[in-house]
Nanobody, 124 residues
Framework: QVQLVESGGGLVQAGGSLRLSCAAS????????MGWFRQAPGKEREFVAA????????NYADSVKGRFTISRDNAKNTLYLQMNSLKPEDTAAYFC?????????????????WGQGTQVTVSS
């Protein structure tokens, strides 16, 4: 069993930056991927970025490429999302996810474990 707790959300002006963290407890196996998804009010949860826990290979949604960076610290069992050049359309609840899947996985059903989410609000 894996528990995930996100932190680092908040209110920021357009063009600003935020860094999200996701602390994982329980065993993160080498065959796991971890990812970030987001959900805006009235919209479906969408893929943002993912990383292979073992290799560090990454995958990004087109909407965040070049602005967001996903990384992990295996020793601390922590996942990060560095978000730069934030836009109002990035406003959403951001969720951390983990599971025995590939870093190329972009569907919510491919991840077994989820955090409770952290709110990111970008003002114009």
């Amino acid at each position: 069993q894996v528990q995930l707790v996100e932190s680092g959300g908040g209110l920021v002006q357009a063009g600003g930056s935020l860094r999200l963290s996701c602390a994982a407890s329980g065993r993160i196996s080498r065959n796991y991927a971890m990812g970030w998804f987001r959900q805006a009010p009235g919209k479906e949860r969408e893929f943002v970025a993912a990383i292979s826990w073992s290799s560090g290979n990454t995958n990004y949604a087109d909407s965040v490429k070049g602005r967001f960076t996903i990384s992990r610290d295996n020793a601390k069992n922590t996942l990060y999302l560095q978000m730069n050049s934030l836009k109002p359309e990035d406003t959403a609840a951001y969720f951390c996810a983990a599971g025995p899947t590939y870093y190329s996985s972009t569907y919510t059903t491919q991840y077994a474990y989820w955090g409770q989410g952290t709110q990111v609000t970008v003002s114009s």
